[in-house]
């Protein structure tokens, strides 16, 4: 039988490298017709005019979509404004322009080479207005950044007394630039109505995010738009919200009165669909010679819109990863003439990791003390700044088996002392660490005629493997070969999940595919108690059980096959639907996942290139639903940590406002060739506190910490500290 934690392979695996896996953009629609946005070409003003005639004459053009003519929405477009799902969107309600690459306009025609040659003739008089670009400049007059639940500022303690009685200080300022999104998928939507009822093949990380965001701002009932999406390409946070292109595209298959297919060109991801902010972090750390803390200061900047606040937590760590008696920390925002910046893969926790951890490492020199003793010496035992016991936490092991698998007891702690030919080798550690999340979900089990069980939710699936885990833990619970199981999702009409944001998919939706089971089990007993011609008949449900598809009793072997109890009892399914949420208790405690990572970098010393050598990462996670996916996951987590600390950049022209990289070929992000050897590890020690069957998600956590221990293994083999990401060549030459 399938037990949890069995490094199963992804079932829908087969599908994917056959090509039958269908993405957004891969439905054929009868009748479809092509879309293509026009985008601003300034950062900041109003549109004077729009010469369109060229373009609606051009061949093939079935419509051209401008705030002139655009279909006017409810209360301007604006009334779905609810994050994640909903954004401030540009929907052509007005003529202002509040960023370069906006949507202005959209081409609809019978192919997709006429829309893209008809949006080419497009032209457009603007009346310029002066952007802001200045991100430091805006300091002076930023305003507080709340995330969530989570305050704008946060303390504990005095500060004034904390850094007095520190011995030893550390006060620096650490930088993130803008980052962008590149999955392999572009964003995509097809839309088609029929009537009043819209249905839309989007790529999503939130399909019922989706489905009530467009039928809130169309003004019609939810149960009128379905929200389709059964596999993901990637999305890392900038699919979780619902952006312009989707609205767009179901205003053009309204007026068009045809289904409208709108795929974003790999520049047009760059702005309309969100990207990292950039990042400003003044950490000061005191403690006494001993390595004690005895004040913590983390005060953030980051950039957001000029037409919505989107607030970069990196604090977040800092508020809970160490003891110290003085915590003091606060999120300021700069809005400047940039699209909204939103959630890119652990927002806040990889840029705040990033900051917090060279901190941790400079003060660890400053004391001649190991790094690893330095961060057990101010090992929190309970989140300092919630004064609330963690539901679990085993960091402590993540950094022996770390140290120990990675051979820390080797390093030589002295910067520049580790060579091999021209080449400098540095060794550096970091904690990383993640919230766990968890979401109220339900899914749908049912035995069905054929012999198979469907196990159903209304979720999404992004390349992490929720397809296979959902099976999983239905054959674990069912004890039935997995080969028995169709997983189902990405469809709005299966009962409803959270969005998959905040590592918090597998958390939520697998207790509800365990209760689910059970009770659809229970509904299987039933049936067979009622059934005159079943040897199970008045039967009671706890002297039954089940095993390879079979109904038995308690202790004994044999038992009917339940598509012979079902073929009996009218041939239709029998199921159930359940929903799980958080714990009631859950409030009670402070809910995290950690890890530790080594890594080994070598730096060419004549050219100052750095190669990530190896990398080793322990993580305290709870329950590890599937070794191979999961362990995939961290993996990936990790490579994304290679791009921040040495690749990840998009770079602003201020003169237009525009992303110069805006491709795949400028934009640099980690190839094969830039990994070395990865190794991952879980402790796999369930968090029963946080959900039944002890699993915390897993999605983010990998790239918290990875992007330090880089730079601060460039540290120690350069003698160099470098405080701002992405590290390139030339900072370690200058």
């Known amino acids: 039988m399938t037990a949890i934690g069995d490094p199963i392979t992804r079932v829908d695996g087969h ?351 400053k004391l001649n003390m190991n790094p690893i003793q330095l961060r057990l010496k101010n090992y929190a035992e309970k989140d300092p700044t919630e004064n609330k016991p963690f539901s679990s936490k085993h960091l402590r092991e993540c950094y022996e088996q770390g140290a120990a698998r990675f051979g820390w007891s080797k390093r030589n702690a002295t910067p520049r002392s580790m060579k091999r030919g021209n080449e400098l080798i540095g060794w550096g550690m970091a904690t990383a660490t993640y919230p766990a999340n968890r979401s109220s979900a339900s899914v749908n089990v049912q035995f069905e005629p054929n012999g198979r069980v469907t196990v159903a939710c209304g979720s999404q699936d992004l390349g992490t493997g929720t397809y296979t885990i959902m099976a999983q833990v239905a054959s674990a619970t069912l004890r039935l070969p997995i080969e028995m199981v169709d997983a189902k999702l990405g469809d709005s009409a299966m009962p409803k999940s959270p969005v998959s944001g905040g590592s918090q998919t597998a958390a939520s939706v697998t207790p509800a595919v365990q209760a689910a089971a059970k009770q659809a089990l229970l509904a299987l007993f039933a049936m067979a108690a009622a059934d005159n011609n079943s040897q199970f008949h008045n039967a009671a449900s706890q002297d039954l059980d089940f095993q390879n598809g079979k109904i038995m009793h308690k202790g004994q072997s044999g038992g009917e096959d339940f598509k012979d109890l079902l073929a009996r009892n009218g041939n239709k399914p029998v199921g159930a639907t359940a929903s799980a949420e958080p714990e009631q208790d859950s409030e009670q405690y402070s809910k995290h996942s950690f890890g530790a990572v080594f890594a080994e970098v070598s730096v060419d010393e004549a050219l100052g290139m750095t190669r990530v050598r190896r990398i080793v990462g322990v993580y305290d996670v709870g329950t590890l639903l599937n070794d191979k996916t999961g362990k995939s996951q961290l993996i990936g987590g990790i490579v994304w940590g290679v791009g921040l600390a040495l690749l990840e950049e998009a770079h602003l022209d201020k003169a237009s406002g525009r992303i110069v990289n805006n491709n795949l070929a400028e934009y640099h992000v980690p190839v094969n060739a830039d990994i070395g050897e990865i190794e991952v590890f879980a402790l796999n020690i369930p968090d029963t506190k946080f959900n039944p069957l002890g699993a915390r998600g897993i999605g983010e956590i990998g790239i918290t910490g990875a992007g330090a221990a880089i730079a601060n293994a460039i540290y120690h083999a350069t003698g160099k500290r470098i405080r701002s990401a992405p590290i390139t060549p030339d900072m370690l030459l200058a």
């Open 15 to 365: 599908a994917k490298v056959t090509g039958k896996a269908k993405y957004s953009a891969e439905f054929a629609v009868p009748h479809l017709a092509y879309a293509v946005m026009v985008t601003s070409t300034i950062p900041s003003g109003r549109i004077l005019s729009m010469g369109t005639s060229d373009a609606q004459h051009a061949p093939g053009v079935l419509a051209v979509m401008t705030s002139a003519n655009a279909p006017k929405l409810p209360q301007g477009g604006k009334a779905a404004v609810h994050p994640p799902a909903g954004r401030v969107l540009s929907l052509l309600q007005d003529n202002l322009v509040h960023y370069n690459n906006q949507p202005i306009a959209v081409v609809v025609a019978e192919t997709l080479n006429q829309a893209l040659y008809a949006s080419s003739l497009v032209t457009v008089r603007y009346q310029r207005e002066t952007p802001h670009f200045d991100f430091e400049g805006g300091f002076a007059t930023a305003h507080p950044g709340s995330h969530g639940k989570d305050p704008a500022d946060k303390s504990i303690g005095n500060l004034e007394q904390g850094l007095a009685d520190g011995e030893i200080k550390v006060d620096e300022v650490y930088t993130t630039p803008l980052e962008n999104h590149n999955p392999m998928e572009p964003h995509a939507t097809i839309a088609e109505w029929n009537g009043e009822k819209l249905t839309l093949h989007d790529a999503t990380q939130y399909i019922t995010g989706v489905k009530q965001t467009v039928a809130k701002s169309f003004g019609i009932p939810d149960e009128n738009v379905r929200v389709l999406c059964p596999f993901t390409g990637g999305g890392f946070g900038c699919k979780g919200s619902t952006w312009s292109h989707v609205l767009l595209a179901a205003m053009a298959a309204k007026v068009v009165q045809r289904p409208v297919k709108l795929v974003l060109e790999r520049p047009q991801m760059f702005g309309p669909v969100g990207g990292r902010p950039r990042t400003h972090q003044r950490i000061v750390l005191a403690a006494k010679r001993d390595g004690t803390l005895t004040a913590m200061q983390h005060d953030v900047h980051s950039h957001t819109s000029e037409i919505e606040d989107f607030t970069e937590p990196s604090s977040s760590v800092t508020r809970m990863l160490y003891a110290s008696p003085v915590i003091k920390t606060s999120q300021r925002l700069v809005p400047l003439s940039l699209g909204t910046p939103t959630f890119q893969r652990a927002p806040g926790e990889s840029t705040g990791t990033f900051a917090l951890e060279i901190a941790m490492d400079e003060l660890a020199y």
